[in-house]
């Protein structure tokens, strides 16, 4: 009787793991060096008749971004959505879940990946100086692991699933203007689409968009890129949904004092936990996830509001695709 209880009590203390014990999702990501342009059409696209002002007289930059592999062998980069950027890989976990993040450092410099949100050791911070995965010199690498519990998931009014900022963290204000910036995602325990696709289920399409003015030029107003995702007038293009999508859209900003900006869409609103808007306000380093249903077909302004970022061309247009109709076969004479 004693050891029957013993063995009940063992499989009561095992209970949990089994059940809490997410996946491993595993990432290789390297650090490289790139050159940027913030227009890659070279046109103001937003006023075709009209040029890009100051902003306009250089678009091309060195830059360093976090650009993620299929394997270890960091041979075959994995495709990103044209509207993602400059932003680094996309990192996905539902709650329970374990990031292992293969950090492989193929720029000049030290670099690092330092998680908002996540649950991590010293070692694994990725800032401060300190710890085993602080500095990554060049040509070293360094796995990052990071937990996605309880605290790194979606709090009872969040959606199911909400965005944190990873960036480098070395050189704390210069490894961000380089570009060395990107997001995780964590979707709330039991919404994801599967195991193997921690995607929410409950959401059709996200969207992620970085309102940052980068510094190119120590402060010179031609050289302060009032960017979307890394592009400026227009240049940021990709941001389509079909009618009737559920749209959630990542939200983040970082920079200085100047970085304080109103995300506004045109022809659709938001919910933001449970504020209904259509002006999402960013910080440095904010982090928002808000939801909209895409039902009012058409192409429409997506746009930072602050009067000086509008003219400096903080401003690109987003669309919402009629869903296609069902065919109706025409009228024609019946078969007897
Ligand atoms: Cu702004």
Not at 154 to 168: A, R, T
């Amino acid at each position: 009787m004693k050891s029957l209880l013993r063995v009940a009590l063992l499989v009561l203390a095992a209970a949990p793991f089994a059940t809490q014990a997410g996946q491993i999702r595993e990432y290789w990501v390297a650090a490289e060096p790139v050159t940027w342009d913030y227009a890659p059409s070279g046109k103001n696209l937003l006023h075709p008749g009209s040029d890009m002002g100051v902003w306009g007289k250089r678009l091309s930059y060195p830059k360093y971004r976090y650009i993620r592999y299929t394997d270890a062998t960091y041979r075959t980069p994995v495709p990103q959505p044209e509207w993602m950027g400059i932003l680094g890989p996309e990192l996905l976990g539902e709650v329970g879940d374990t990031l292992k993040v293969h950090f492989r450092n193929r720029a000049d410099r030290p670099f690092s990946m330092h998680p908002h949100g996540l649950r991590y050791d010293e070692d694994n911070d990725g800032a401060d100086h300190r710890g085993a995965g602080a500095m990554i010199a060049p040509g070293k690498s360094y796995t990052y692991t990071w937990t996605l519990d309880e605290g790194a998931g979606p709090g009872p009014s969040d959606p199911s699933s909400i965005v944190w900022l990873y960036h480098s963290h070395v050189d704390h204000v210069a490894d961000i203007y380089q570009g060395l910036i990107g997001t995780i995602v964590v979707t709330r325990k039991g919404m994801a689409i599967s195991s193997a696709d921690p995607r929410p289920r409950d959401v059709d399409r996200n969207f992620t968009t970085l309102f940052m003015v980068f510094d190119e030029e120590d402060g010179a107003e031609g050289g302060l890129k009032h960017a979307m995702n890394g592009y400026i007038f227009g240049n940021l293009r990709g941001l389509e949904a079909v009618e009737g999508e559920r749209v959630r859209w990542h939200l983040v900003a970082l920079g200085s004092e100047v970085d304080l900006h109103t995300a506004h869409w045109h022809g659709e609103t938001v919910l933001d936990h449970g504020r209904r808007t259509d002006v999402i306000e960013l910080l440095p380093a904010s982090m928002v996830s808000v939801d909209m249903v895409a039902d009012n077909p058409g192409t429409w302004l997506y746009h930072c509001h602050v009067g000086d970022h509008m003219t400096a061309g903080m401003m690109t247009r987003w669309t919402v695709r009629p869903r296609p109709q069902p065919t109706v076969a025409p009228p024609g004479p019946q078969p007897n």
